[in-house]
């Protein structure tokens, strides 16, 4: 009942029979063996040896790293090839382009430039699968379920600390590509920050860089795992952080207070500001043309200068127009160990009659029911808007997926004409900070 193929052994349905002088293989076992398709035509009682059909090609992120599947209607044996710089090409055996199936294939436009399906000219029954990458990256294949997988390591090309990120700040700023979003840990303890990036390649080689204060010394090297790269920031001092993926320019941003600018208070509340979309998500969208993600992040901006003028220290999933992944703000906020967590957003709606305040929160976490009525009672006093009230709800990812105590603020609504027109002014804007300021304060008044 069993069979070895290729050194591997393999359970048989049926397995083989002596009659006479003959053995019978099951025919299945043989032609599948050799990457040949099995059916059965049980109208007409025949069995078809063929090909195997290339069905589809789709493009996805699977953790951040871009993937190519390839389909088929059985388990296509493959060679890969890629020796020339940019350019992959897989020898689909045995195999046929399925009906519909066209020779050019859509693309993303991030990671390659144009994907050709076509059958071999030398051989027949094999397809030429050739990819053209935007980027020089190593693919990695798998298979499973009659799917091929062509993932793409992402490189990291330059290390660089900087002066000018994040308003003219100190920062590190890591050029890769594609854009990854790494595991990051503040170290307080030993005033570090590490970085790490799961399965990526380090194109410059491992070394040290000075940087501007307060930044010590940037380290780059293995991870902890094999095929991961760390990036370690020594720091002189305590400084709050924040971090931005910017997919626009393949680089991940980590940006410092310098202690002569914003000295870091031991011992103070650390807050995280999460300024709802941003980059290539607007948000909902006014019918002056005023942008969601605009008037969050200036709200944000407000929000983080009053409370490091109170005394807390702040850090922010963005601090500038970039686009921030969903799933990676909560995680962001859960590694910079802060004690709330804050995301600010205006609301849009189909009926421009709607219109007011509401306050969302839905972790396990005792104080998040606690803090959204902290801050709800701060906003009815000091903006006055219509109040909907505090609300419960699992769908919203920030809130969902923070550990600490986390609330969605809505501010008011940009799709109703009225309540735009005051979203738009700064003094408002002001105002509807100074509320959120106040909930915070009198959040931890209350605590205490």
């Known amino acids: 009942p069993r069979a070895v193929v290729n050194g591997t052994e393999i359970d048989l349905d049926v397995p083989p029979q002596i009659t006479g002088s003959r053995t019978m293989v099951p025919l299945r076992l043989v032609a599948e063996s050799l990457g040949l398709k099995v059916d059965w035509d049980g109208q007409n009682r025949r069995v078809l040896i063929g090909h195997f059909k290339v069905l589809s090609t789709r493009y996805s992120y699977r953790d951040g790293i871009p993937e190519v599947v390839i389909e088929a209607d059985g388990p296509v044996r493959y060679d890969l090839s890629a020796d020339t710089p940019g350019i992959i090409g897989l020898r689909l055996k045995n195999s ?18 144009s994907m050709i399906v076509e059958p071999s000219s030398g051989v027949k029954g094999e397809v030429i699968v ?18 091929i997988f062509i993932s793409f390591m992402p490189e990291i090309h330059g290390v660089f600390p900087l002066v000018n990120i994040g308003g003219g ?22 005033n570090q920050v590490i970085v790490d990036f799961p399965n990526t390649t380090l194109r410059e080689p491992p070394g040290v860089k000075l940087g501007p ?5 940037v380290r780059t090297g293995p991870g902890p795992l094999p095929g991961w790269v760390r990036i370690t920031v020594d720091l002189t001092g305590q400084s709050p952080v924040s971090y931005e993926l910017d997919r626009d320019n ?23 500001l999460d300024p709802g979309h941003g980059g290539a998500e607007p948000g909902a969208v006014a019918s002056s043309g005023l942008k969601e993600k605009d008037v969050n992040l200036s709200i944000a901006l407000k929000l983080r200068d ?37 995301s600010i957003h205006n609301n849009g709606s189909t009926d421009p009659r709607d219109n007011g305040t509401e306050f969302w929160y839905y972790n396990s976490n005792p104080g998040s029911p606690v803090l959204a009525q902290s801050l709800r009672r701060a906003m009815i006093q000091g903006v006055g808007l219509r109040d909907r009230g505090v609300k419960n709800w699992e769908s919203f990812v920030v809130v969902r997926y923070t550990t600490m105590p986390a609330v969605l603020v809505e501010g008011a609504f940009l799709s109703n004409p009225t309540e735009a027109a005051l979203l738009a002014d700064e003094a408002f804007q002001q105002r509807v900070a100074r509320a959120i300021s106040d909930g915070i304060v009198n959040y931890f008044k209350a605590s205490k």
Do not use: C, W
């Not at 990458?133 to 298979?143: A, E």
């Not at 920062?171 to 307080?188: D, F, T």
């Open 96 to 113: 046929v382009v399925g009906p519909g199936l066209d020779r050019t294939q859509p693309v993303p436009p991030d990671f390659i430039r």
């Open 213 to 217: 204060s307060p930044i010590k010394t």
């Open 250 to 272: 393949n680089a991940f941003n980590l940006n410092f207070v310098p202690p002569a600018e914003l000295p870091f208070v031991p011992g103070a509340r650390l807050i995280f």
């Open 130 to 147: 050739t990819m053209f990458q935007s980027t020089h990256l190593k693919p990695v294949v798998s298979y499973a379920d009659k799917k």
């Open 169 to 190: 700040r100190p920062g590190v700023q890591i050029r890769i590509a594609p854009a990854l979003m790494p595991v990051v840990e503040h170290k307080k303890e030993t």
């Open 306 to 342: 009053l409370l490091r003028a109170g005394g807390f220290n702040v850090t922010m999933s963005r601090a500038t127009d970039v686009t921030v992944p969903l799933r990676q703000r909560p995680t962001l906020a859960n590694a910079s160990g802060a004690d709330i967590f804050l």
